[in-house]
């Protein structure tokens, strides 16, 4: 297998491991996430969207990223190893 194919495998794992990171976040917590960081609306957007203050937004999508990085933890250590073992 070429490099690029084991890159292409290594960034789809992580983009599952991702989906699934997201789907283990709390309901209200996944949607300004992904209103924020997959729509790209900004922080003020979300809160107007939702109908909630700018600052809830700000904690819950802090608490969001805490969240994905735990899950993934262990996930991207093992991509990175991979991600090394290529070059």
């Not at 983009?15 to 729509?39: D, S, T, Y």
């Not at 809830?56 to 190893?81: D, P, W, Y």
Request: glycine share 6%; proline share 1%; aromatic share 6%.
């Amino acid at each position: 297998e070429d490099n690029s194919t084991e890159e292409a495998v290594l960034l789809d794992d992580l983009n599952m491991a991702l989906e699934r990171a997201i789907g283990k976040l709390p309901v209200k917590r996944q949607r300004i996430f992904k209103l924020h960081r997959l729509e790209n609306l900004t922080m003020k957007q979300v809160a107007s969207q939702l109908g909630i203050s700018e600052k809830t937004v700000e904690n819950q999508f802090g608490k969001a990223i805490k969240m994905l990085r735990v899950n993934l933890k262990h996930f991207t250590f093992s991509a990175f190893l991979g991600i090394l073992s290529i070059g």
